[in-house]
């Protein structure tokens, strides 16, 4: 890995000068091997399409790489929030989640009939903050729902110790973070698995482990385990006895069985990514004005995304500026995400409540975050010179643009 500090010199592309990249780095990696193709085949092949043997076993393997007891695979990672949040809440809960994750996180509490309150993020790390999710409990609240935002784990052991003090659920949305890790009190490291009272996986195409669709939930509960199944499936503990309401949001044995075999890498993939963000870090901290993600203490994350923020004050760009000259040196770019969840028209009632009780209608880091961040190409498949291409092109960029 290189380590030097990028120079930045030139004009900028977007103003005439020569690209850093002479070709468009990849965002992201996509795709199936020839092995993810021979065992679907095998599948399609079979006849057994719905969920069999292939979705058994990739429960079996997801749940111990995660360090978990169970894990149940469904249709999608929205999902398995809906079947984690049936499981474990009831209509009128009061549940505390950030206003800076994706919507799947709040609109599945919704769907529930559960009151979202809306609560703040770090400005370092991007994950919940702890301090403030203390200052939102009331005697109502039930649960903390928290994403792992980025792939970055959030505080776990604050997170737990908030929740043993009041007697709280808590749901990991675990959608971006597939293996993390994080360290326990006594110092012993674990999967993300082993925290909470469940933790929701998507396998969306993008995603780290991507089938085109499909979910997975872990729990460490056998009951838990017990009633998620239910829900999966009709609530049916045997054909045509259903001893609850409950959806079909069954896996199938094809989405399986991509899933099984890219399972197999994503331990080494996931090393590269991690690979990749210590080379980005040690990149991006010689760059003076750009903020870097920093992971939450004891936490390895899986780096779904890497994503940067423009100090404020530091450049005559803003985001959106930034953005189109970095597109024009070679290196795309994504927004994740626009908008904090209490910008969006579907949380108005949560917003007039966070209004209502807690004198503030929008948690100020989640704005901010909104109209500064931007994702950087991140993924397993890049090469040396496209780790340097990104940096160099961040470094000339902000060297042309400081205020």
């Not at 095998?42 to 429960?59: P, T």
């Not at 200052?135 to 792992?148: M, V």
């Amino acid at each position: 890995m290189t380590t030097a500090t990028p120079s930045a010199k030139g004009a900028l592309a977007i103003d005439g000068g020569s690209p850093v990249a002479d070709s468009p780095v990849p965002f992201m990696a996509v795709g199936l091997s020839a092995d993810d193709i021979a065992l679907a085949t095998e599948v399609l092949e079979s006849g057994m399409l719905r969920a069999a043997s292939k979705c058994a076993a990739l429960e079996e393997q997801f749940a111990g790489k995660s360090s978990a007891a169970h894990a149940l695979t469904c249709a999608n990672g929205t999902c398995a929030l809906q079947l984690a949040y049936g499981a474990l809440l009831e209509p009128g809960d009061e549940v505390i989640c950030p206003a800076w994750t994706y919507v799947a996180t709040a609109s599945m509490l919704v769907a529930q009939g559960c009151r979202v309150v809306f609560c703040d993020s770090l400005d370092t790390s991007y994950q919940i903050d702890p301090g403030d999710v203390r200052k939102r409990i009331t005697p109502n609240t039930k649960a903390i729902a928290a994403t792992h935002i980025y792939g970055i784990p959030v505080d776990i052991n604050a997170i737990q110790a908030i929740a043993k003090e009041h007697d709280l659920k808590v749901i990991y949305d675990c959608a971006q973070a597939h293996l993390a890790t994080y360290d326990a009190p006594d110092g012993t490291t674990h999967g993300i698995g082993a925290y909470g009272d469940a933790c929701t996986y998507s396998f969306y195409a993008t995603k780290n482990l991507g089938t085109g669709e499909g979910g997975i939930i872990t729990v460490n509960s056998d009951d838990l385990a017990t009633d998620i199944a239910l829900l999966r499936s009709h609530g049916e503990p045997e054909k045509y006895l259903h001893t609850r309401i409950g959806f079909n949001y069954r896996m199938n044995d094809i989405t399986g069985a991509i899933g099984l075999s890219k399972l197999q890498r994503l331990g080494e993939e996931t090393d590269r990514r991690r690979a990749v963000a210590k080379a980005y870090h040690e990149r991006f901290d010689a760059i003076e004005g750009i903020a870097r993600p920093h992971p939450t203490a004891g936490s390895n994350p899986a780096w779904h995304l890497y994503t940067l923020r423009p100090e404020a004050g530091a450049f005559t760009r803003d985001r959106d500026g930034f953005i189109e000259a970095l597109k024009a040196e070679g290196i795309p770019c994504a927004i994740h995400y626009p908008k904090s969840l209490t910008d969006q028209p579907a949380f108005a009632e949560a917003v007039d409540r966070n209004a209502r009780d807690f004198g503030d209608e929008h948690p100020p880091v989640a704005r901010r975050l909104a109209q500064t961040v931007f994702s950087i190409p991140m993924h397993q498949n890049l090469t040396e010179a496209q780790i340097d291409a990104v940096a160099t092109a961040v470094a000339k960029v902000a060297d042309a643009s400081r205020a």
